[in-house]
């Protein structure tokens, strides 16, 4: 019988991740994606099922590294009072040779991390250059892992945050430190912006093209589901756009769908040097997450663990 599973805690991973590691790691991972090579990366679009509003199940193998793994995710209603994240998950790494489970790894901190550091990679490549003006969009779990890489590996003159209620985006300037405005309006935190995350659960556009400045770049990271948008057609059709995965972008993404936008490309793609990165348009990376994701940052987790527990 196989050994029984390791359980690797919040506390543990976030003790174990750093985006300094994390970020070459995801781009070779997104590079790899994009050249479509079975034996680099088999991902399908994740699979999901509204049993419980929203359960999704992102499997990946990669041949070539030794990793097969999973994420299960859940989006839940957030009871009033609720410190509970609204997106829950557990990321699950199998022996890739026998399929038993090795690791059940909780994925907060590894969704909340991979997902800034895949944003943080869109904005090397697409920002403009001398980007001194960042705006974030919503105040949650996302907003806190955005703001810091953002912070870790930009250098902005200036951070503004904007969320459905003042007292919200206060807390969150609180947890900054007070080092980000607040705003009142989104028109106001976008004005002038040379970068803009969105990383709201809104159903309906957020962020409006004629708010943006020429050649600014959006991270759309909210949004996930074929009938949610964050941003408005006029952004859309403006814009250059990439995605992490051109088929997740057409299956899940209704600022995609409903648009009719084109994804230009994958961000795989312009670090291939197959795609040109448009720094100087305007440009969206639409972002739906990838199981991938989960995988690299999970494999990062799980090499480090073993190698602090087998040292004790
Ligand atoms: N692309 C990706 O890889 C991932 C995307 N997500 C998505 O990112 C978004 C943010 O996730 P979390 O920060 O974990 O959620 P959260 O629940 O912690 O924060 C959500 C934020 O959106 C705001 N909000 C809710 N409804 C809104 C509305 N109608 N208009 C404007 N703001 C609204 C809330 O006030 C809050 O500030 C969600 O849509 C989630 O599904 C989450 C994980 C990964
Ligand atoms: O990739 C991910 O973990 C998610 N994408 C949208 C919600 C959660």
């Given at each position: ?52 509003q ?20 859940c989006f839940y209603k957030r009871q009033a009072g609720s410190a509970l994240p609204s997106v829950q ?19 907060e ?31 949650g779990h ?26 919200s985006?206060?807390r ?29 659960r ?111």
């Open positions: 019988m196989a050994a029984a599973p390791v359980v690797i805690s919040q506390d543990e991973v976030r003790s174990l991740l750093r985006y300094r590691d994390l970020i070459p790691r995801l781009e070779d991972a997104l590079a790899k994606f994009s050249r479509r090579d079975s034996a680099d990366v088999i991902q399908p679009v994740r699979s999901t099922s509204d049993p419980i929203y359960f999704g199940l992102m499997p990946t193998y990669m041949e070539n590294d030794g990793v097969l793994c999973t994420k299960v995710l998950s557990t990321v699950l790494i199998l022996d890739p040779e026998y399929g038993n489970v090795q690791a059940v790894i909780d994925g901190v590894i969704t909340g991390m991979r997902t800034a550091a895949a944003s943080a990679i869109s904005a090397k490549l697409l920002m403009p250059a001398r980007a001194e003006v960042l705006a974030i969009l919503g105040s996302q907003a806190r892992s955005h703001y810091s890489v953002f912070t870790e590996i930009f250098t902005f003159k200036e951070v503004r945050v904007w969320s459905q209620t003042r007292a985006a206060e969150f300037s609180d947890w900054a430190g007070g080092a980000v405005r607040v705003c009142g309006s989104a028109e106001e935190a976008v004005r002038g912006a040379d970068v803009i995350v969105t990383v709201t809104a159903t309906e556009p957020v962020l409006l093209g004629q708010w943006i400045k020429p050649g600014a770049h959006v991270a759309a990271v909210g949004a996930c589901r074929p009938d949610w948008r964050e941003l408005d057609d006029a952004l859309m059709k403006e814009a250059v756009v990439y995605a992490d995965s051109k088929e997740g972008a057409k299956a899940e993404s209704g600022d995609i769908i409903l648009s009719g936008a084109e994804v230009f490309a994958e961000l795989g793609d312009i670090l291939n040097g197959t795609s040109p990165a448009h720094r100087e348009k305007t440009t969206v990376f639409k972002s739906l997450g990838m199981g991938l994701e989960d995988a690299v940052s999970a494999k990062l987790v799980f090499d480090r663990w073993r190698a602090k527990n087998s040292q004790t």
